[in-house]
């Protein structure tokens, strides 16, 4: 069976070769992995914050930016996993197929268990 990460990909078109400056890419790129260190930072300082003396009105206000900021980085994530597969980038980690890139190295906080792969 094929599936539709499996597919080769897409013939480039002259609006693909259509790139930006190398100086303003290079910016842009930078920007980019910096923020997703700020991410992980602010991630790792909430994670080692307390709710415990939260009001149950601020408690529930947390739950619910929580569940929006999820949503959005779910968004992201998304759009990063199609930059792997729109570039063949999957190839790089040595899977055979953006299906395999995608078991091994993005399972989420439970190692794929979820999905009844991965090691406990």
Same mark, same amino acid.
């Given at each position: %069976? #094929? %599936?539709? $990460?499996?597919? !080769? ?8 070769? /259509?790139?930006? !400056? *190398?100086? *303003?890419?290079? /910016? ?5 992995? *910096? ?15 307390? &709710? ?18 999820? @949503? =959005? #980085? ?5 759009? @990063?996993? +199609?930059?792997?597969?729109? =570039? /063949? *980038?999957?190839?790089?980690?040595? &899977?055979?197929? %953006?299906? +395999? $890139? %995608? &078991? ?5 906080? $439970? ?10």
């Amino acid at each position: %069976m #094929i %599936m539709a $990460f499996d597919k !080769p990909p897409p013939t480039p078109s002259s609006s693909v070769l /259509d790139v930006p !400056p *190398a100086a *303003a890419h290079s /910016d842009s790129v930078d920007e980019l992995v *910096a923020a997703y260190g700020e991410l992980d930072a602010v991630l790792d300082r909430i994670a080692q914050l307390s &709710a415990d003396r939260c009001t149950d009105v601020e408690v529930v206000a947390l739950a619910k930016a929580n569940e929006v900021a999820g @949503r =959005r #980085i779910a968004l992201l994530g998304h759009r @990063r996993l +199609m930059d792997v597969s729109d =570039r /063949d *980038a999957w190839r790089l980690t040595g &899977a055979a197929t %953006m299906r +395999m $890139f %995608m &078991a091994r190295s993005t399972t989420g906080p $439970f190692g794929g268990r979820c999905r009844g792969g991965g090691s406990d």
